[in-house]
């Protein structure tokens, strides 16, 4: 039986009582009201999307074999580079060498990337070639993505670059008009761990004064937290055409290419141990230590490596 508030005006009932009775009926009113106007909440109603978080996020720039180990992530960076090189005694009496580098890097799409790799001072302390000094070749250079798949956390990128002959001979720089270095790096991650590779060839424009090379580039790292990540890696250079530009009977490495005339079919090699540490969240600071490990050792007896990798 519905009851109106004109029912309750006119009942024998108390006054208290019809006001209570007349103040529920409105309530129950406003409710029902309410209610038809309101969607009822689902267990299953969307939340805001939390933005996913890519295997890349976790990976590394390679620290040893700066100048050639170009690894497959497109990113923008600027890389400065110390090298502290200790030269094995067999090689014209031993000594040291001082290298300092700045890398750039540009993204100008999620897939491309302008490539400076190689730049700077470098310092020889050998009695032997009189202690020379002075400026690097410049390197510069595109890679392309040709292959990025997020969900199998893999991809694939070919490159290329030119290295001008724009430094000091006293060096063994700026000599054969230039030298190509095309090559092919890949990165496969599988969670926090990463495998990166390079493989490549070095084609001198003039092969009288410098030598062809192949060289190839293994590093695995694991993102074990921000502050530690260690990796492990192994670069080697093949002479597959020796120049004829200076009497050795090995190759200079990333460093230099002699032109050794005694170098045909020799493979130089050296391990690395290291970490990067990401001290801000777009900075990465680097340390690698690297012995020669394929006789003959030639100009690398070890070398410590410091760098910092900047993204921008």
Not at 84 to 96: A, T, V, W
Not at 261 to 278: K, N, W
Request: net charge negative; glycine share 8%.
């Amino acid at each position: 039986m519905l009851i109106t508030a004109m029912d309750l005006q006119h009942s024998s009932r108390p006054l208290w009582l019809r006001s209570l009775s007349l103040g529920a009926c409105a309530a129950v009113t406003f409710i029902t009201a309410a209610q038809a106007g309101t969607p009822a909440l689902s267990a299953k109603a969307p939340t805001v999307p939390v933005e996913a978080v890519s295997w890349k996020d976790h990976t590394i720039s390679p620290v040893a074999n700066p100048f050639f180990h170009e690894d497959a992530i497109i990113r923008s960076e600027l890389r400065p580079v110390f090298v502290q090189h200790n030269i094995d005694d067999s090689f014209l009496g031993g000594g040291d060498a001082q290298l300092y580098a700045l890398q750039i890097r540009y993204a100008l799409t999620d897939r491309l990337a302008v490539i400076a790799t190689q730049d700077g001072y470098f310092s020889i302390n050998n009695d032997a070639i009189a202690n020379p000094e002075g400026w690097m070749d410049l390197a510069l250079g595109l890679k392309y993505a040709v292959i990025d798949d997020e969900a199998s956390q893999f991809i694939l990128t070919p490159g290329f670059t030119f290295k001008i002959p724009t430094g000091d001979r006293e060096v063994f720089q700026g000599r054969g008009g230039g030298e190509w270095d095309l090559f092919v790096a890949a990165q496969k991650g599988f969670g926090d761990f990463h495998l990166s590779s390079n493989l490549g060839l070095r084609l001198p424009m003039n092969t009288e004064e410098n030598s062809t090379l192949v060289h190839y580039s293994l590093m695995a790292d694991y993102y074990s937290c921000r502050w530690f990540i260690p990796f492990v890696a192994f670069n080697a250079y093949s002479v597959i055409d020796a120049g004829n530009n200076i009497a050795l009977n090995t190759e200079g490495y990333d460093v230099i290419n002699f032109g050794a005339s005694g170098s045909q079919g020799v493979t130089q090699g050296t391990l690395a141990v290291g970490f990067r540490s990401r001290i801000l969240s777009n900075v990465d600071f680097g340390f690698a230590y690297e012995k020669a490990i394929i006789e003959p050792a030639g100009l690398t007896e070890d070398r410590l490596t410091f760098d910092l990798s900047i993204r921008f």
